[in-house]
C-alpha cells in the first residue's frame, strides 16, 4: 500500500508511519521539518518519500499530492493529519488566529483532498475501493468546551467535509474515514500552550492514550476501511450522548473546568 501522511514529523502522523512502515506500506511523509522526516525515514529503512510541506500553503499541499503520486505510481491512503491546538476563549480569538488555525487544519484537510480525489478516481478497485481519504479530526468535533472553540470549530470542520465527501464519493468506491482521539501524549498540548501562552487545564484521572495506541487504531481503520475511528471506544458514546443532551453536558463540563488543574 502507498500511504501519504501530512504532519508525518511527530506525534500521531510519526506513530503511524512506524505502524504502517512495518506492515510494509511505503509512505509519502510531510510535514515542515523536515529533518525529523528525515529521521524517521532513515529508522524506517530509508525507502520512503519524504515532502516538505506547510499545508496551510495550498500549492504545497497539490504539490505533495501530486508527488506522491508521480513517485510511486499510486496512492491507496490520504491521511489528512497535520494540526495544532489553540488554547483561547471564542472571544480572546483574534482574526490572525481564525485564519491560521482554519488554514492549517480546515484548509491544509480539504487542498490535499481536492488534489488526491482526482488521481484516485484513476485507480483500479481494490478490495473493493479505489482509495480511502482519512482524516484526522478529534473527540471535539462533537463537543466543544471552555478554551477550545477555534481548535474544535476546525475538528467540526473537518467531521462535517468527511461526513459529505463520505457520500459523495460512495458511488466511485472512494472510502472516507475521520479519526476522533481524545487526549494524546504528543507534542500538541506543549505546542498548544507554548503557542497560546497558557496552561491547558487537564483534570485529574483524565483519560488519555499514546500515539501508539492511537495509530493502531488507524491502521486498522485503514486495513478495513471504516466510517469512523474512535481509538478511545468508551468516548464515541460518551460524546454521542453529549450531542443528544447538550444542557446536561454543560453542567457536567463546567464542573469539570472548574476542578481542573493547571
Ligand atoms: N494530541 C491530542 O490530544 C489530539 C487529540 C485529538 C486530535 N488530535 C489531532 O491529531 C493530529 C496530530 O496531532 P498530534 O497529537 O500528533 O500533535 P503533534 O505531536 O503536535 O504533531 C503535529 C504534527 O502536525 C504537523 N503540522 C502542524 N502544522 C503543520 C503545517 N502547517 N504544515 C504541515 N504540518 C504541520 C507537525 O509537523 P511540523 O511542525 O514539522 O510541520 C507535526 O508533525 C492533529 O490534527 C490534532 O488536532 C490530537
Redo the contacts with the bound molecule.
Keep these: 500500500m502507498v500511504v501519504a501522511i ?10 503511524l508511519a512506524v505502524e504502517l512502515s512495518k506492515r510494509g506500506a511505503r509512505l509519502a511523509l ?4 523536515t529533518d ?2 528525515n529521521e524517521l525515514n532513515h529508522e524506517l529503512g530509508g525507502r520512503h518519500l519524504v515532502v516538505p ?4 500553503d495550498a500549492d504545497a499541499c497539490a504539490a505533495f499530492v501530486t508527488q506522491t503520486y508521480n513517485y510511486f505510481g499510486v496512492l491507496d491512503t490520504l491521511v489528512c ?5 489553540l488554547l483561547r476563549t471564542v472571544v480572546e480569538t483574534t482574526p490572525a488566529e481564525w485564519q491560521a488555525i482554519i ?3 480546515v484548509y ?1 484537510t480539504t487542498n490535499c483532498i481536492r488534489a488526491a480525489v482526482p488521481l484516485m478516481l484513476k485507480q483500479e478497485l481494490r478490495d473493493r475501493w479505489r482509495g480511502q481519504i482519512m482524516i ?5 468535533a462533537r463537543r466543544s468546551g471552555p478554551d477550545a472553540g477555534a ?1 474544535s470549530a ?2 467540526a470542520a473537518q467531521l462535517s467535509i468527511a461526513e459529505a465527501l463520505r457520500l459523495e464519493l460512495d458511488e466511485q468506491q472512494i472510502a472516507v474515514t475521520s ?13 498548544a500552550e507554548a503557542r497560546s501562552g497558557r496552561k491547558a487545564r487537564r483534570s485529574v484521572g483524565e483519560p ?1 492514550q499514546t ?1 501508539e495506541q492511537v495509530s493502531i487504531r488507524m491502521v486498522r481503520g485503514i486495513e478495513q476501511p471504516c466510517v469512523e475511528v474512535w481509538p478511545y471506544a468508551m468516548s464515541r458514546w460518551v460524546f454521542g450522548a453529549a450531542t443528544l443532551f447538550p444542557k446536561l453536558t454543560d453542567g457536567m463540563v463546567k464542573r469539570r473546568w472548574q476542578r481542573g488543574v493547571l
Design positions: 501530512t504532519g508525518a514529523s511527530a506525534g500521531i502522523g510519526r506513530a510531510a510535514a515542515r521539518r525529523k522526516l510541506c506547510d499545508v496551510a493529519n497535520a494540526g495544532y491546538g488554514a492549517t487544519n491544509g484526522v479530526s478529534s473527540c471535539l481548535y476546525t475538528k479519526v476522533h482521539p481524545i487526549g494524546t501524549l504528543s507534542d500538541f498540548f506543549d505546542q488519555t500515539p
